[in-house]
Every structure is written in C-alpha cells, then in structure tokens.
C-alpha cells in the first residue's frame, strides 16, 4: 500500500483527481436520470394498469367513503356480475380490508373471500353485495385510531364513532350502489363484531339486519383485557401490534420459545410494557390508569350503551361456548336488549359449540373433543342463511327460527330454545343446585357436616400455575399454533399440582344437565392481603373411552374463570383482604349448556394463579398491580373451606332434575 501511493504521487494529480470524481459522482449516476436524456426508452410499467377482468365473476370496486366530518374511509366493494337489487352485506373492520377481500387472487368471489370474517358461503351463494370497510385510523383509511372508539360523550368529545361512521358509510352505499336494493346488513367477529352493535346506536334505516359474532363488549368484565379484574397480560402483543402503527406493521418481539419464561423474566405487565416501549402508546396508558371498573370502563360498556337504547333492527347474537377471547358479550348484550324485544321476534340468539369464530368454519370438533356433525356448517346453512335472506332479500320467507338455538354439549345436539337460560337464574324457585366441595376432596349435593373445616395449599408467584402445558405458545391462529383450543385442554395438568385443590364426584349414574352460567360460592382464606381464585368446573370422562381412546379420563373443562380478590366488596374500588379470615367470594362461571352423561364424573379445581394468560397477583396489597414490584409478589397460604357455616360450592343451572 506504501509503494502504490507513492506512484500516484510520481505520476501527478490529473488520474487521481479523475478517479475522485468518478467516485463523488455515483450518487448521482444511481438515481434516475429525466426521461428527456433518454427518448424514445420509456418504463415498462405503465402509469396505470387496468386488469382484464372480463372473465371475473365479479366486479370490485375500491373507493374512498367521506364520512361527516371530512375523513375518508377506504372501502373495498364486491358486486356479482349481473347483480340487480342485491342485498348487501357490511362488515368494518381494523384488520385490512383488501387483505380480507383478497384471500386467494381469483377471478371467483369465493376464493377471494374465503377466511377471516366472510362467511364465503352464504354471502357467495345467496348473490350478496359484500362490502369491507377499513374503521378510521387504520390501513387505508384516514382520520384517528382509537381501539373501540367510545360513542360521543364524556370519553369521546369528537362528533364522530364507530356508530356515526356506519350512518355515513350506509347513507353512501344504497345512494352509490345501484345494483343493491337499498338493504344493508352489517356482520363480523370479534372487533368486527363490536362493529354491528355500535351500527345499533341512531341506525341508518336503510340498516335491516344486525350480526355481531363472539363481539368485544366489556374489556374490563370479560372479554380482551380483563376478566373480574384480573389482566389478560398475554393480549399485550395484541396491544402492542394493533395500536403501533396504522398498518400493524410493527411487530411484537420476544427472545424466549415460551411464553411463560417471557412473562416471568420481566415481572410484572407494567414492567414488560416499559420495556417494550408501550408507554408511547395511548390504548396501553389507559389501562395502566384504570386498573378498576371505574366509569371509563362502564361507560364504554356496549351492553349498557345498548340497553339505554331503543330496540328498531332485528339483531342475531352469536355466542361461542368455548370462546377463548370474548366469552363474555354476546350473552351480556343479550341480556340488556332482549327485554325490548316485545314481540319476539327482534332479538335471536345462538350459542355453537366453537372457539372464537369457528362458526365460520368447520365446527366438528375443537381439539380432541368431537361433536357428530360439523356445527358450524349448520349454523350458516340452517340458522344464519335464512335469517340474512329474510331481510335482504326482496320476496325471501320469513326464518322459522326458535329465539334461541343452542348446541347441547355432551348430548351433542341442536336444541329450540323459548329463553335464554332455560334454567331459571338469580334466586327464583328452582333456579340452581348447590354443589358442595367435600372433605377428602369429594363433591357432592348435599352440605358438608362433618370432617375437616378446609383444605390448604401454598400459592407461589415465583412458580405460577400455567394456563395449559408448557411450553406456551403465543396468541395467534398461524399454522401450529393451537391458541383457539386451550380452553377444552386437558385439565389433568393442573389437577397433579399441589398448588391446585381438586374435588371429584362420585361417578354419574343418570345424566345431569346444565343450561346456564354456573355460580361460584367460594369461602376462602389467604395469608396475604390480596389473591386470586381460579374455579373450574369439570366434565371427567370414563377412564377408557373404547370409541375415542385419547378421551379415557380426559378432563374438559365446562366452565371456569378468575376472580380478583381485592374485588370482593366492588369491582370499582380494590381493598386489602384481610389475612387468614375466610371470606366469602362470589362469581359467575361463563355460560354452559351440557349433559354430564352416566359414566362420568364432575370435578372441581380451585388455584391462584393461572400464568401467564393472566398477570400474577402479588399476594401483597398494592395499590396497582401493574406497578408492582418485586419485592411485593410473596408466597401465600390459601384455604378453601368446606364446613357447616362456610360452606363452599357451585350453584349448577340444573335442568331436567
């Protein structure tokens, strides 16, 4: 290298001051030169390509919706060829509205709609104008992002919401679409289903018909964020990825396979949400702020919102049994509006025995639990198909449908309901039957008199029970994952801890049918100053199943959820509990509509944790759990008593018995 620059200097400057600008000139040399330097050598891509779509058995169109305010909302449009006063099917959503009308390219509307949301089927089948909306703020659409933007009021000082946008969007539709018959009904799941009831809010009338599917309607009750005030910490990716970013393009990160080291490496939600940088993020603020059912919570609550509204649209409710994400707000929904319902007809309810969104899906099994037929076949071709037609379609029958359609686990078959519960609830004659836990760990009808006044174990934070079997897997629907199923997973890996109380029954000779939510009755004591308490109720099949031998002693779990302790007095102000006093808890299970058949066994579970779905409990009384510390999360001594006086039991919805 020495030798090589004493050349350059030998022989002058004129080489290397040519060389220096070949170099500084390449910046300028990569970017694109004017067209005028090269006539005659135009792009290959034109300015815009038309596709030929001439053999397509549909026509898309994708516009640009003002809304009342001057945001415009992108949506994508799907009309049959050769369509004349269609019906048309609505759906809003943050999900991407071309990417859910893009599926599979085809020139066939079904490929291009099969998957998340479309029920392809009827909507293909019956001839319906379908049209996608991306909610603002999100993909294409302008304007904010506010995750379940509140109506107008105290929470939502803007003149416009999710109710206002579906007025304008509908207003434009049966004015710019003529070859729709002015009908419109709006559909979805999940957030998507949270749209159709806020549709509900001053409808537009061109609005006949309402489907919201396993629909978000409490956050802090029991649907996404919290469940009686315990924090579903693992929808903190779902926080993260959906609120980052207006296409969801920033990603949640983790450096650990399971999910529960993840979460125990950093403590704390709150501390794993610093780390993450989610202090950025508005939605995420909000909970650290309202960790109670403060009016934040309750007056964003869909189901109040409705229930202080007239009932002017027919609205179908669809509820999952085994809904992993929102168990929760179709039945509350349900509940608040079905008392407006004067003739009967308004208001239908149907309850599959599905994880989230299955009903659009094969519904003949979720996990290894199978149920004779695909259910969710049969929903859209038996119950759905003929409630939309009715509707939208100019001429169609009306829908002989019963005001409730359930599926009747364990019998596994389709029932015509009058009400919802069929077991009477609340404390009229007959409504429940207490089932009792036991000393020796037995359940049974009758109450305890004899025997010991408890059982006890030790409740650890630093060795919380998993939700299901580790390694724990991520929320998500991906290939290999199995999120949709935990909640009919096995049981038997938390009935060997000695963290986890298990009560059994003797073995069923007659059938024992529930329809209705279970009630929790639990007296129990805690050392610490604060606690959670898992219930599970269980269906425990024979130990050899000859027809399905990976059944023999399964443990499915029926019903079971969380309640926090500091709760106990109002979910909208946390107290201490008091050390080693049993106090007495109260709560409802979701809802069950099933048959303990001969053969089988019912059990219960009680534990304090169940980690890392949701956040540990310190054990020790803070003011926020979000904010805990380490040094707050102490072991604990946990007793569930089962003594004259302090009697601890399920309240069963029983039927038929």
């Keep these: 290298m020495k030798h090589r620059r004493a050349v350059i200097t030998q022989r ?57 305010d001057g945001v415009k909302l992108r949506t994508i449009i799907l009309i049959p060829k050769g369509a004349t006063h269609a019906g048309i099917v609505l759906t809003r959503t943050p999900y991407d509205a071309r990417e859910l009308t893009s599926h599979t390219p085809s020139g066939h509307l079904g490929p291009m709609l099969e998957g998340y949301d479309n029920v392809t089927d009827v909507i293909v089948e019956d001839h319906y104008i379908r049209v996608v909306q991306d909610v603002r703020g999100k993909y294409g659409s302008g304007g904010d992002y506010v995750m379940n933007r509140p109506v107008h009021g105290p929470l939502n000082p803007t003149p416009v919401d999710d109710a206002t946008d579906t007025y304008d969007t509908i207003d434009w539709l049966v004015k710019n679409i003529p070859e729709s018959n002015g009908k419109v009904g709006t559909i979805g799941i999940s957030y998507d289903g949270f749209e159709p009831l806020m549709a509900l809010v001053h409808p537009h009338p061109a609005l006949k018909v309402s489907v919201p599917m396993n629909p978000m309607v409490d956050g802090w009750m029991g649907d996404d964020w919290f469940h009686n005030g315990a ?32 979460f125990m490496h950093y403590g704390s939600a709150g501390a794993l949400g610093q780390a993450y940088g989610m202090q950025q993020l508005g939605f995420w603020n909000k909970l650290l702020a309202h960790p109670a059912y403060d009016a934040f919570w309750r007056d964003q609550a869909v189901d109040k919102l409705l229930a202080a509204q007239p009932l002017t649209v027919p609205v179908m409710l669809v509820h999952s049994l085994w809904d992993q994400e929102d168990i929760y707000g179709a039945l509350a929904v349900y509940r608040a509006i079905k008392p407006k319902d004067t003739t009967g007809q308004m208001v239908k309810l149907v309850m599959g025995p599905w994880h989230h969104g299955q009903e659009i899906g094969d519904g003949s099994a979720l996990g290894a639990i199978r149920f004779g037929s695909d259910t969710g076949r049969y929903f859209r071709e038996h119950i759905l198909r003929p409630f939309l037609a009715q509707y939208l379609k100019d001429g169609a029958p009306k829908a002989d449908l019963a005001p409730v359609t359930a599926f009747q686990t364990g019998s596994d078959r389709w029932q015509r309901l009058e009400r919802w519960p069929l077991a009477c609830e609340h404390g009229c004659p007959g409504s429940s039957r207490p089932l009792y836990l036991e000393p020796g760990r037995k359940l049974g009808f009758s109450a305890p008199t004899t025997g010991a006044a408890f059982d006890a174990y030790v409740s650890d934070p630093a060795h919380p029970v998993p939700f299901r079997a580790r390694p724990i897997q991520p929320i998500g629907y991906d290939h290999g994952l199995t999120w949709s199923q935990w909640l009919v997973d096995d049981q038997r890996e938390a009935s060997g801890r000695t963290d986890v109380l298990t009560y059994t029954s003797d073995v069923l000779t007659a059938p024992l049918t529930i329809s209705g939510a279970p009630d929790v009755h639990l007296v129990a004591s805690t050392s610490g100053t604060d606690s959670d308490w898992v219930v599970k109720l269980i269906d425990v099949y024979p130990d050899q199943v000859a027809a399905q031998p990976e059944l023999g002693g399964y443990q499915l779990a029926v019903a079971m959820d969380i309640f926090r302790g500091r709760y106990r007095e109002g979910f909208d102000h946390p107290v201490p509990l008091a050390a080693n006093q049993p106090l007495a808890y109260r709560f409802a299970l979701p809802a069950a509509n099933h048959v303990f058949l001969p053969g089988h066994r019912i059990m219960v579970q009680v534990q304090s944790s169940w980690f890392p779905l949701y956040d540990r409990n310190p054990q020790t009384f803070v003011p926020n759990i979000f904010l805990a510390r380490p040094a707050d999360y102490q072991p604990a001594t946990q007793r569930v008593y089962h003594a004259p006086g302090e009697a601890s039991y399920i309240a069963l919805p029983v039927v038929g018995s």
């Design 12 to 68: 002058g400057l004129l080489p290397a001051l040519f060389a220096l600008l070949l170099t500084l000139g390449g910046a300028a040399l990569a970017a694109d030169p004017p067209a005028a330097q090269y006539p005659g050598y135009p792009s290959e891509t034109p300015a815009h390509f038309v596709p030929a779509t001439d053999s397509y058995d549909y026509v898309r169109r994708e516009v640009m919706i003002p809304m009342r």
């Design 231 to 262: 924090f579903r910490e693992q929808n903190m990716s779902y926080i993260y990825e959906q609120t980052a970013s207006r296409d969801n393009s920033i990603k949640w990160w983790t450096n650990y396979h399971d999910e529960y080291d993840l």
